[in-house]
């Protein structure tokens, strides 16, 4: 166990819909990183925060947002989905020191039909 | 801008031999490289990194991963697999800017072991 919790751990909604995705990060942590795991291309960076900052942001699509909280958890927010945005979307926090070590959840299985 | 090739997308091995991993990177300063290791049905776990210092670098479950800069690679090996191992394996460099620890990963390695 990471003690990186996501919610939901599937989800299956239909094109032209809005889901959001959540991640409570590790405890102390207070970056968190949005990636996306497809088939065709593979594990790719979206998006990070760092208390409650957007720090860095990657292959992230414009109907695609995200927030971090002052809770410091986060969500994910997919809008107008299409059937390529099927894909584990998984959410990983850092401690601040510069450990270099990524702590992933389980990751969100979102299945557009 | 940063990048992993693995370039072995399948590799079979039968448990207790030996196993190398490849992986090249591409990044204009001194990288800092990593390995996690995806079960099914799971999220990354870091099996080791390398910062600076010794070339072999040891970590978790047995692997260990020597930097070559020469070649820009960082394989990973085990001397001896264990059906446990068969997983998907991630090669990744980063920079770690403080807050900004951003990796790039590769593509992937699977990894299965034969009795």
Known sequence: ?113 | AQSVTQPDIHITVSEGASLELRCNYSYGATPYLFWYVQSPGQGLQLLLKYFSGDTLVQGIKGFEAEFKRSQSSFNLRKPSVHWSDAAEYFCAVGALDFGNEKLTFGTGTRLTIIP
């Open chain 1, 1 to 113: 166990d990471s003690g990186v919790t996501q919610t939901p751990k599937h989800l299956i909604t239909a094109t032209g819909q809005r889901v959001t995705l959540r991640c409570s990060p590790r405890s102390g942590d207070l970056s968190v990183y949005w990636y996306q795991q497809s088939l065709d291309q593979g594990l790719q960076f979206l998006i990070q925060y760092y208390n409650g900052e957007e720090r860095a942001k990657g292959n992230i699509l414009e109907r695609f947002s995200a927030q971090q909280f002052p809770d410091l958890h986060s969500e994910l927010n997919l809008s107008s989905l299409e059937l390529g945005d099927s894909a584990l979307y998984f959410c990983a926090s850092s401690p601040s020191s510069k450990s270099g070590e990524l702590f992933f959840g389980e990751g969100s299985r979102l299945t557009v039909l």
